[in-house]
C-alpha cells in the first residue's frame, strides 16, 4: 500500500508560480512511475505529467509544456511539480498517483493505483 500526500496548493496571480510536492509513505517511488494530474469542477481527471519507474523518461502534455517541470528526489521519496508561468485555466485540483506501468509513462487514469488526496491551485486573471 502507497500512501501519498500533495502539498503546496494555493491563491496565486496570472504569472506566477507554484510548487507542489507529492511525497509517498508506504513504499518507495522507484517502483512507480510518478504522475500529476488535475481536475476542474465538470471536467475529466487531466494528465500533466509523469515520470516513469527507472526516472529516465518524463512526459508532458502539450498545454503546460514548457512551463511545467516535473522531477523526483528518490531520498525525499517526494516528486515535484514546479509551475511557471501559470495561467487563469490551469486553476483545478492538482492530484499525483503512482502506477506500477513500466513501459515509460502511462496518460491514463486508470493505470494507476494509488493517488494522494489532492491540492487546490487557484490563478487569479
Not at 496570472?14 to 507529492?22: D, I, K, W
Request: hydrophobic share 30%; charged share 20%; net charge neutral.
Amino acid at each position: 500500500q502507497v500512501q501519498l500526500v500533495e502539498s503546496g496548493g494555493g491563491l496565486v496571480q496570472a504569472g506566477g508560480s507554484l510548487r507542489l510536492s507529492c511525497t509517498a509513505s508506504g513504499h518507495t517511488i522507484n517502483d512507480y512511475c510518478m504522475s500529476w494530474f488535475r481536475q476542474a469542477p465538470g471536467k475529466e481527471r487531466e494528465f500533466l505529467a509523469g515520470v516513469s519507474w527507472n526516472g529516465i523518461t518524463t512526459d508532458y502534455v502539450k498545454s503546460v509544456e514548457g512551463r511545467f517541470t516535473t522531477s523526483r528526489d528518490t531520498a525525499k521519496n517526494t516528486v515535484y511539480l514546479e509551475m511557471d508561468p501559470l495561467k487563469p485555466e490551469d486553476a483545478a485540483v492538482y492530484y499525483c498517483g503512482a502506477s506500477r506501468w513500466r513501459f515509460g509513462v502511462t496518460r491514463a487514469p486508470r493505470d494507476y493505483d494509488y493517488w494522494g488526496q489532492g491540492t487546490q491551485v487557484i490563478v487569479s486573471s
